[in-house]
């Protein structure tokens, strides 16, 4: 690809009206610091899917942040940001994490609630423990947030939209009729404390005066926004693998993490999503069960752990260690594919400066065939890793900014990697803080 049309592509340019940040493959690629980094340029940030389950770590002027319901624009005055309407929205962890954040300097940010987004109930989160109790050894390695049981009634129709929380009538009728139903599981499933109607509704009632500051219609100021020609980000949770539709399932979110999701959890017309950042980190790391198929694991995995993301490689909300691995080509690329990547980022190049040598896994071999197409099901779990080896380039290149001063062999890397996944890498990220960043021009 020539320079001018990097140049064109580049992300932090205003040529896109609306653009997705997702990430490629587990989740943790680094999309917060991306979406932090492009919403300079931004004038609306909207989270459209996912809950407080995973989090998004942030190192800008304030500090260090791991956002958990958020979006990741917040710490711009200029910008409004929004809950859409897709996201599982969990009123004590945002209003947690927004008073934390004003006892930490940041000034108050413009946000607004959809309206029709879902709330987490005190019982999804209880649910959530409780099936993984009772599943015991097979459990997914859920973060217990209640997601799962939360987009089960969602799509059962008998989950919560913010604004019922403000009919009184409904509330208490809807309520009577979930502790009939959840009370049955919970007294001969899980033989756990019954649910009371009338604690949750003062639970609620609670919940709905902390929220009702922010509660609007957040699909039509997207619309007049749109039609004011103001520039848009979407900000993806996890990514491609833990998709409910195209992931690992049933290793996966309940949630779509796909960027065509945008569109519905948004409330944007899906020909405004033009431009897709897919963001895909310079090695692997997933939480959770299921296929890893370029995973290390013993002293190899330690080192990487340890030395990767900005403080080791462990969970944003649960702390727990990430599973690690070499760069996954074939993961990834099928990442890029299902999110209709428009550009990639490649993040934390500068935590492999450590190496001598470093894998990328460029095919898999399944039952004695190599194969370079992400399989499905039984084949995945089958499926072996087949290695590239490249040099290392043995020094420590973390915040540079110049992308032609890399070192040679980290830039084979990137060619290599950009190549299979069959997008530009517009930019690689050298370090977690915001300015850590190489465009390639
Ligand atoms: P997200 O959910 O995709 O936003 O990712 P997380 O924030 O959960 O995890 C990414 C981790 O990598 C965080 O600890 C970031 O601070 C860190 N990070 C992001 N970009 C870079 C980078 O270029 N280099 C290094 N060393 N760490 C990075």
């Not at 208490?172 to 949750?200: F, G, M, Q, W």
């Not at 995995?301 to 909300?317: H, I, N, P, V």
Request: aromatic share 10%; charged share 25%; hydrophobic share 40%.
């Amino acid at each position: 690809m020539k320079n001018d049309d990097y140049e064109q592509m580049r992300f932090s340019g205003v040529t896109f009206m609306v653009k997705a940040i997702v990430g490629a493959n587990w989740g943790d690629e680094g999309k917060g610091k991306i979406t932090d980094m492009l919403a300079e340029d931004s004038d609306i940030i909207v989270r459209f899917q996912g809950g407080a389950n995973a989090g998004h770590t942030i190192i800008n002027q304030y500090g260090r942040f791991a956002l958990h319901s958020l979006p990741s624009g917040i710490f711009y005055p200029h910008t409004t940001n929004i809950i859409g309407n897709g996201v599982a929205l969990n009123i004590r962890t945002f209003t947690d994490e927004l008073r934390a954040l004003r006892e930490r300097g940041v000034p108050e940010p413009k946000i607004i609630v959809s309206e029709r987004v879902q709330v987490v109930m005190p019982y999804h989160i209880l649910f959530d423990a409780y099936e993984e109790e009772r599943l015991a050894g097979r459990a997914f390695g859920s973060t217990k947030s209640g997601i799962a049981p939360f987009y089960s009634d969602k799509f059962a129709k008998i989950g919560f939209q913010v604004n019922e929380l403000f009919d009184d009538a409904l509330l208490k009728s809807r309520l009577d009729n979930i502790c009939v139903l959840k009370n049955t599981l919970l007294e001969h499933l899980y033989r756990k404390p019954l649910l009371e109607p009338d604690a949750l509704y003062a639970e609620m009632t609670g919940q709905r005066e902390r929220i009702a500051p922010y509660v609007g219609d957040a699909a039509a100021f997207i619309r007049e926004a749109l039609g004011a020609g103001k520039n848009i980000l979407l900000e993806g949770q996890l990514g491609t693998l833990k998709d409910t539709d195209f992931g690992i399932y049933p290793f996966v979110t309940s949630s779509n993490t796909l960027a065509g999701y945008g569109a519905v959890g948004a409330g944007i017309p899906p020909s405004e999503i033009r431009s897709v950042v897919a963001v895909t980190k310079a090695y692997s790391s997933a939480v959770g069960g299921g296929a890893f198929v370029s995973e290390i694991f013993g002293e190899e995995a330690e080192a990487l752990r340890r030395l990767g993301g900005d403080q080791g490689e462990f969970g944003a909300t649960t702390g727990r260690p990430r599973r690690v691995g070499w760069f996954d080509a074939v993961a990834s690329a099928y990442g890029c594919l299902m999110q209709g990547a428009t550009e990639a980022v490649l993040t934390a190049v500068d935590v492999l400066g450590y190496l001598d040598e470093i894998k990328i896994c460029v095919g898999y071999e399944i039952d004695g065939g190599i194969t370079d197409v992400f399989p499905v099901g039984a084949g995945l779990v089958r499926a072996k890793p087949v290695y590239k080896l490249f040099p290392g380039w043995k020094c420590d290149i973390r915040g540079e900014r110049d992308y032609n001063a890399l070192p040679r062999a980290l830039k084979a890397y990137v060619d290599f990697i950009e190549e299979r996944l069959g997008v530009p890498i517009t930019m690689v990220s050298t370090g977690p803080k915001r300015e850590d960043a190489a465009f390639r021009t």
